[in-house]
């Protein structure tokens, strides 16, 4: 089983999101058995919170079933247990590096599509089309695996 992981800054807008439709996703696909997946926050800034508000509406606007999410950082173990963790832009990366170091391991959501980094919503308040991004890489991403 492959243990994929989703990160950003706070993990309260983005990285829950990817977290959301990948696990919609494979559940699609009757890969469940396949795949482990969660979200994560390089920081600690946000740690217990929820999903903030807006998101939330994005994710209800189109549909989505999601529960309480507990904002968490990445632990060292699950960095070690992961196969893959998927960063939304370069700041995620690089305190990936500082806090775990250097590792094949992170890739770029983006990687399958175009490579640009997906902004925080949070500073942009484009909670939708920040949505839309996720979902295409989402996609990408399962395609990739499984094509």
Same mark, same amino acid.
């Given at each position: 089983?492959k243990t994929?992981?989703?990160?950003?800054?706070?993990?309260?807008c983005? /990285?829950?999101?990817?977290e !959301? *439709?990948?696990?919609?996703?494979?559940k699609?696909?009757?890969?469940?058995d396949?795949?482990?997946c969660f +979200?994560?926050?390089?920081?600690?800034?946000? $740690?217990?919170?929820d $999903?903030?508000?807006?998101?939330?509406?994005?994710?209800?606007?189109? =549909?989505?079933?999601?529960?309480?999410?507990?904002a968490t950082?990445?632990?060292?173990?699950?960095?070690?247990?992961? /196969?893959? !963790?998927f960063?939304? =832009?370069k700041?995620?990366?690089?305190? *990936?590096?500082?806090m775990?170091?250097? +590792? =094949?391991?992170?890739v770029?959501?983006?990687k399958?599509l =175009?490579?640009?980094d997906i902004?925080?919503p949070?500073?942009?308040?484009?909670?939708?089309?920040?949505?839309?991004?996720?979902k295409? /890489?989402?996609?990408s991403?399962v395609?990739?695996f499984?094509?």
């Amino acid at each position: 089983m492959k243990t994929v992981i989703f990160v950003c800054h706070g993990n309260i807008c983005r /990285s829950p999101v990817g977290e !959301i *439709l990948f696990n919609e996703e494979i559940k699609k696909r009757d890969l469940t058995d396949k795949y482990n997946c969660f +979200s994560r926050a390089t920081s600690r800034e946000e $740690i217990g919170n929820d $999903i903030y508000p807006p998101m939330k509406s994005v994710l209800r606007e189109y =549909d989505i079933h999601f529960s309480r999410h507990y904002a968490t950082q990445i632990t060292r173990q699950e960095f070690e247990d992961a /196969s893959y !963790i998927f960063y939304m =832009d370069k700041n995620n990366l690089y305190y *990936l590096e500082r806090m775990l170091g250097s +590792s =094949d391991k992170y890739v770029p959501i983006t990687k399958y599509l =175009d490579g640009l980094d997906i902004e925080d919503p949070w500073y942009t308040d484009r909670f939708e089309y920040v949505f839309n991004r996720i979902k295409e /890489s989402v996609e990408s991403i399962v395609e990739h695996f499984e094509g």
